[in-house]
């Protein structure tokens, strides 16, 4: 690699922390490699991902970590810099990786490490792309999960049952702070399953969201989706109705704690996690904005007690998509709410919803 290459591609620590990741996320990932040759090469990648591609930290991080190990791995065969690095290499990474991860991660791995590459190529760190021959293995066509029109309707009436169990106790002002609460998160967890179905929207979507995201008069909702791509997403009354009775009664109830906290918690709160909550759409029970993980339990949790199938956030956004397409919803506007780049991504739900026609012609037509 020739100095002026090296000076114009080399990213100082600070631009790293600033516009990357947190020195506590990626640059952690990127300092666990031997060679300090790799670390800069992973600033520098982690750097372009998140200034020039717009990825999110978490994404950053992810490809980050893929990248990490295969270069470890790699230097266990004996490579010292990028340069050394040749597809067989590469391909014994891949044999490697067979036998310890499932097909799609695999995948995933691969292209993060083909991007690297590719990346460091047109940087001039390397002469060739050691990853451009590498062939992507074949995944199987997986339908995704989803629940029929009855199930759905069941996951809500659920989320509702939850409600009407802790109404009264807050009718009583002398009412136990755990009571209280109980309540505010069967607002929060109805309103929350009511939205991502009725939108569609991905569960980081729906962690991101803030109060002045809805536009309450048109029923719309504002999302930054991959990319830093904003879309405005409608949403119904039943949708509707569940958010203004989350914000009147529950989130107060929720955001007091943040303010009441215990000593130990209002050391931790700084000032800059406060401002986040008090935009927070949805809030956790001490306070703060709620995170993906928190959302994923609760999803879990109400689709046992309704006796549904058990999903994922992620299962009520492919049954939105289903059903809106077997409501008669063009192809191309699913993948506008959606948010997909492709239309190849939005057309399996048309395979689920064929799958369903079959199964329900099965079931009527007397000589099917």
């Known amino acids: ?9 080399t990213v100082s620590s600070n631009t790293v922390s600033s516009n990357t990741v947190s020195s506590d996320s990626t640059c952690s990932d990127c300092a666990s490699a031997d060679s300090a040759y790799f670390d800069a090469a992973l600033h520098q990648y982690a750097t372009y991902l998140r200034v020039n591609r717009g990825r999110a930290a978490h994404t950053v991080q992810a490809y980050i970590s893929d990248i990490r190990q295969c270069l470890i791995q790699l230097e266990h065969y004996g490579v010292k810099t990028l340069q050394d690095v040749s597809a067989a290499n590469l391909r014994m990474w891949m044999a490697w990786l067979s036998d310890n991860h499932t097909r ?20 001039h760190m390397i002469t060739h792309n050691p990853a ?31 409600i009407e169990q802790t109404t009264s106790s807050t009718h009583d002002k002398a009412t136990e702070p755990t009571e209280r609460n109980d309540y505010a998160c069967a607002l929060r967890d109805a ?18 969201c803030n109060i002045s995201s809805i536009d309450w008069d048109n029923h719309m909702v504002r999302v930054l989706g991959k990319g830093n791509k904003m879309r405005v997403l409608p949403f119904g009354i039943p949708a509707l109705h569940a958010l203004q009775t989350w914000i009147d009664e529950g989130r107060p109830i929720l955001q007091a ?21 008090s935009q927070a759409l949805f809030l956790g029970v001490r306070g703060r904005r709620i995170g993906v993980r928190q959302v994923r339990t609760i999803v879990h949790r109400l689709s046992h007690e309704a006796g ?31 948010g997909h780049a492709s239309l190849a991504t939005t057309q399996r739900y048309t395979h689920v919803s064929i799958g369903q026609l079959l199964e329900r012609y099965d079931q009527a037509f007397p000589r099917a």
């Open 308 to 338: 549904v199938p058990d999903i994922a956030p992620h299962a009520l956004r492919h049954s939105a998509a289903t059903h809106m397409l077997d409501g008669g919803a063009d192809l191309r506007e699913v993948q506008e709410l959606l």
């Open 132 to 162: 451009g021959l590498l062939k992507t293995p074949k995944l199987p066509q997986v339908l995704p999960t989803v629940l029929d029109e009855s199930q759905a309707q069941q996951l809500m009436e659920c989320s509702e049952q939850h």
């Open 1 to 9: 690699m020739n100095s002026d290459a090296a000076n114009s591609n």
């Open 104 to 123: 799609s991660s695999v995948v995933r791995k691969l292209a993060a490490v083909r991007g690297f590459f590719e990346f460091c190529q047109d940087r």
């Open 257 to 277: 704690a943040l303010q009441v906290g215990s000593a130990r918690d209002k050391a931790t709160a700084d000032d800059a996690s406060q401002a986040d909550a």
């Open 191 to 208: 309103a929350m399953v009511e939205l991502l179905y009725a939108t569609g929207m991905r569960v980081s979507e729906l962690v991101s």
